[in-house]
């Protein structure tokens, strides 16, 4: 999610709304189908684990996911993020563990605000690396939360920068629009419904990695996002795939009370 582009006075709201809006710390778990048929095969699982203590947020994601190409040959993939964010979202320690058809691969990083640059330091198999990133990329939650205080808003459209510990750890540029709520893929009938406290938004959002700029996005997706950052209904478009995911449990926990 994320790339470029503001000014002065629209970082300074930027700013103010990550601060009012916050997510709230949970554990959602999400069924991934192979297309968007309500008989779309199950073909993996996804898990994101939020939580909050008085020094900031964890994050922990987990999907693992196999698609059967013929009858003897499968292609299986497996990706994990640990990250600790500070609660200001000045900074985040990272961990990835990406694993296809049995090869891992590991990177670990770390970003940092300091002299008014943004810096990401990454150690991975390709060996380390420094990358200056747009001094106004968010980090992952900082980036859920200023979306959703552009939702509250109203805004109908707005872009944000945020840094993809997950894949490339790199800046991606997402486009943000609010559609309408028919638009949004309903639940498969077999699905058991899964109740979200707070307001939601039928939104639509495209990611465009740094490097393809100005190029088209590298996959888009529709979903409806809750205030509290829980994401249901939703359904991801690449070039050549589309997956789909779906809530099927939530657990919603207490935030802290800090000093």
């Known amino acids: 999610m994320r790339a470029v582009m503001w000014s002065l006075p629209a970082v ?15 554990r959602a778990e999400y069924v991934l189908r192979l297309g968007a048929a309500a008989n779309a095969p199950r073909v993996g699982t996804a898990v994101q684990d939020l939580a909050l203590d008085c020094n900031g947020w964890r994050l922990k994601r987990d999907f693992k996911g196999e698609v059967a190409l013929s009858s003897s040959l499968k292609f299986s993939v497996a ?10 979202g000045e900074g985040l320690r990272f961990r990835t563990v990406q694993v296809q058809n049995g090869a891992e691969r590991e990177m670990r990083g770390k970003v940092q605000r300091s002299d008014g640059e943004l810096r990401a330091e990454i150690a991975s198999p390709d060996g380390p690396a420094q990358i200056a990133l747009p001094p106004f990329t968010l980090m992952p939650v900082a980036s859920i939360n200023y979306i959703i205080g552009q939702l509250r808003s109203g805004s109908p459209s707005f872009p944000a920068l945020t840094f993809d510990a997950q894949g490339t750890g790199d800046t991606f540029r997402i486009d943000v629009s609010r559609i309408e709520d028919k638009a949004i ?24 990695p740094r490097a393809r700029e100005p190029q088209k996005p590298l996959f888009a997706f529709s979903a409806r996002l809750f205030e509290a950052g829980v994401l249901d209904h939703v ?25």
Do not use: Y
């Not at 498969?188 to 939601?200: C, E, L, M, W, Y």
């Open 235 to 259: 359904t991801v478009d690449a070039e050549m795939v589309t997956v789909t995911a779906d809530l099927q449990a939530l657990e919603m926990r207490p935030a802290p009370v800090c000093r």
């Open 185 to 208: 893929r309903r639940r498969p009938p077999a699905d058991k419904p899964i109740a979200v406290p707070g307001r939601s938004w039928p939104v639509q959002m495209s990611f465009t």
């Open 12 to 26: 300074a709201l930027l700013l103010a709304q990550s601060v009012a809006a916050q997510s709230e710390p949970h």
């Open 79 to 88: 990706s994990t993020l640990d990250s600790d964010e500070h609660r200001s």
